[in-house]
T-cell receptor, first 113, second 107 residues
Framework: DARVTQTPRHKVTEMGQEVTMRCQPI?????VFWYRQTMMQGLELLAYFRNRAPLDDSGMPKDRFSAEMPDATLATLKIQPSEPRDSAVYFC???????????FGPGTRLTVL | DAKTTQPNSMESNEEEPVHLPCNHSTISGTDYIHWYRQLPSQGPEYVIH???SNVNNRMASLAIAEDRKSSTLILHRATLRDAAVYYCILSTDKLIFGTGTRLQVFP
């Protein structure tokens, strides 16, 4: 049963620290998406990749957030430095060519104190 | 991206059909209509999608109006497990989530 995996599942850190979240997309999927969910803003698209190339990162605060795909089996989302307002659940999703369904991971719950 | 309008919440009894409406009067010709749902404490889950014709799968049916300005997600027999937030999304290449409809299912 192929699934998107995300690590860590929970992360508590202090303001100013670097946070790295990892995502393993489903094998063979060529698109990867990063979302953030908060009570206030709901689900927001941060960035997405196709064939490892970034296509759109307009939803991401550029000064502190960065997203990469070092290889086809790993996507990373980094926050440096982290701030309390970054506290949220971060979801990764993967899929095949549009408009096929996206498969979401279980999320990383980030708390920045 | 075109916008969608959904009721904030709906209620249903178990084993009854549920019709979840979505208005999208500014839909463009290339916009697909996607439905996802999010169960409590989980990531969103794909339900169904379509372009112009009605669609059926094992989870639900999608009825699309002839002018494509509205659509309805149909759950044929609601179960307690169907209690979730249902999102209707239009897009050509990416998903932009709105606030969705929170469905409550009563035994």
């Amino acid at each position: 049963d192929a699934r998107v995996t995300q690590t860590p599942r929970h992360k508590v850190t202090e303001m100013g620290q670097e946070v790295t979240m990892r995502c393993q997309p489903i094998l063979g999927h060529n698109t990867v998406f990063w979302y953030r969910q908060t009570m206030m803003q709901g689900l927001e698209l941060l960035a997405y990749f196709r064939n490892r190339a970034p296509l759109d990162d307009s939803g991401m605060p550029k000064d502190r957030f960065s997203a990469e795909m070092p290889d086809a089996t790993l996507a990373t989302l980094k926050i440096q430095p982290s701030e309390p307002r970054d506290s949220a659940v971060y979801f990764c999703a993967s899929g095949l060519a549009w408009p096929n369904e996206q498969f979401f991971g279980p999320g990383t719950r980030l708390t920045v104190l | 991206d075109a916008k969608t309008t959904q009721p904030n919440s709906m209620e249903s009894n178990e084993e009854e059909p549920v019709h979840l409406p979505c208005n999208h009067s500014t839909i463009s010709g290339t916009d697909y209509i996607h439905w996802y749902r999010q169960l409590p404490s989980q990531g969103p889950e794909y339900v169904i999608h379509g372009l112009t014709s009605n669609v059926n799968n094992r989870m639900a049916s999608l009825a699309i109006a002839e002018d494509r300005k509205s659509s309805t997600l149909i759950l044929h027999r609601a179960t307690l497990r169907d209690a979730a937030v249902y999102y209707c999304i239009l897009s050509t290449d990416k998903l932009i989530f709105g606030t969705g409809t929170r469905l409550q299912v009563f035994p």
